[in-house]
């Protein structure tokens, strides 16, 4: 049963060319030709049925089985779109124009499915199934509206859109093999079976190991020892115990980090503690020393605050004495 989907459209109408040709042949007749002559209301039934010849009932029967088909595979809301429709050809030709379009959409959608299939290629991380399924859904969509291919097209394309890996296997095939009557049944065989051996030998990725930051000169040998991890990881025959023996000098040299980190708080809080334990020369407290006293930095702003104080008296007669002596 139809249910209104467009994508879904093409795949209704081949299993309805499939279920009436297995019927009676003469009823796609009908549904592509129509019923000539006979006079029919919106409803599809005849306006003089008494009067039919024999060959006119036969076919008015015929038109009636075939319309019956065409309406119980359709939903409701998809018949009311074409009640007023008499004839089984109207209804289907309506159909079609709504979810195929007309003949100029039609033509733009092989081009696109055309361009489609010439740039079509494998993806690195796809499987030889998914590839295949995809192609085969788009040469599906180029046969339906009738821009179909010959099978050796299809070998050549899925050869060509194979990635770089696969180089060996197609040039073995080209030189093996007779592409003009080579099955696309037959490549994809041949090619599921290669790719078993390729994910035999491919190499198992390796989980990135993290290294702890760290302050000091141990710091730069953990990002050496990284950078050296990173650079070795595409290595795939790399022997797992030097891999082991990696992983243990980074953890000695975490383990020396954290101790150097320990050291230099020790010894910052033990020189602090002979400051305190010795004292101040000037004041004689403790917690400084005596380039840090208090007591001696304000002296120093006193000194540096006094400036020369002169006696105005004193300074008036020495001005008279000079003036007499003159």
Known sequence: MFNGDLEMFSWWKTKMYSHIIGMNEELWDILEEGVGNLRLDEEGVALDRKAHTTEQKKLYKKHHLIRGILVATLPHKEYLKMSDKSTAKAMFTSLCSNYEGNKKVREAKATMLVHQYELFRMKEDESIETMYSRFQTLVSGLQILKKSYVASDHVNKILRSLPAKWRPKVTAIEEAK?????????????????????????????????ALKSRGKSSKALKALESEEESTSGDSDEDPEIVQKMAMLSNKLQYLAKKNKRFLSRSSSHKSSRREEKGCFNCKKTGHFIAECPDLQKDKSKDKSKKPIFKSNKFKKQIKKSLMST
Do not use: A, F
């Not at 009557?181 to 030998?201: A, F, Q, Y």
């Open 178 to 210: 007779d592409l003009n009557t080579l099955s696309v049944e037959d490549l994809i065989s041949s090619l599921k079976c290669h790719e078993i051996g390729l994910n035999e030998h491919e190499p198992i990725k390796k989980p990135k190991s993290i």
